[in-house]
């Protein structure tokens, strides 16, 4: 079983920054896939980044160019870096991860952030 611990999530002004964290203990290995989903009020949890254990990403369409995800896989934990922010990026957001063989979902309990105009 899989524990994710998500932190960094508050207030912030438009046109601000946040950066997330988020360790993972438990049974987890190097090689899994790491990222952030997130979701608002009323609509479906959507991707906003993806890392993979050789470094490769994936980002959402609404985040590409403002928000940066990095991981230290030695301590098991995966970063967001979230540069002007926007009211639309207010939203509940997740920590994930899988194994790349057998892949199965483990989330996190999300953390808050806000973003006002």
């Known amino acids: 079983q899989v524990h994710l611990a998500e932190s960094g999530g508050g207030l912030v002004q438009a046109g601000g920054s946040l950066r997330l964290s988020c360790a993972a203990s438990?049974?987890?290995?190097?090689?899994?896939?790491m990222g952030w989903y997130r979701q608002a009020p009323g609509k479906q949890r959507e991707l906003a980044a993806v890392i993979r254990s050789g470094g490769s990403t994936n980002y959402g369409d609404s985040v590409k160019g403002r928000f940066t995800i990095s991981r230290d896989s030695a301590k098991n934990t995966v970063y967001l870096q979230m540069n002007s922010l926007k009211p639309e990026d207010t939203a509940l957001y997740y920590c994930?991860?899988?194994?790349?063989?057998?892949?199965?979902?483990?989330w996190g309990q999300g953390t808050q952030v806000t973003v006002s105009s």
């Open positions: 438990g049974s987890i290995s190097s090689n899994n896939a």
């Open positions: 994930w991860t899988s194994p790349v063989v057998k892949p199965y979902n483990s």
